[in-house]
């Protein structure tokens, strides 16, 4: 079953380095399929961190994640709530 869901940027500096790489690392992990895409952008493989950063996305910009498989819905909780937390906070 495939399951998106829309989120928005929280870390201030977007998806840098640091949160692309736990992002794309919680999307590795996963162990179904996941793709990120920027509203009216091509979806990218979320377990690449340099498609992850290639995306450009800021804070507050809109990206939509896809899941295919089994537990699609925890997978999609868990990388929405790592796009949603401000990892430049710290």
């Given at each position: ?39 009216g952008?091509s ?24 899941a ?19 990892h430049?906070?710290?």
């Amino acid at each position: 079953m495939t399951l998106t869901r829309t989120v928005q940027i929280g870390s201030a500096h977007g998806l840098h380095a640091r949160p692309a790489k736990l992002f794309a690392q919680a999307a590795k992990e996963a162990g179904i399929p996941v793709t990120v895409a920027k509203a009216g952008g091509s979806p990218v493989n979320a377990a690449s961190i340099l498609g992850v950063i290639a995306l450009g996305a800021e804070k507050g910009d809109e990206v939509t994640l896809t899941a295919d498989g089994d537990g699609a819905e925890a997978v999609l909780d868990t990388l929405a709530d790592l796009l949603t937390t401000d990892h430049d906070a710290e």
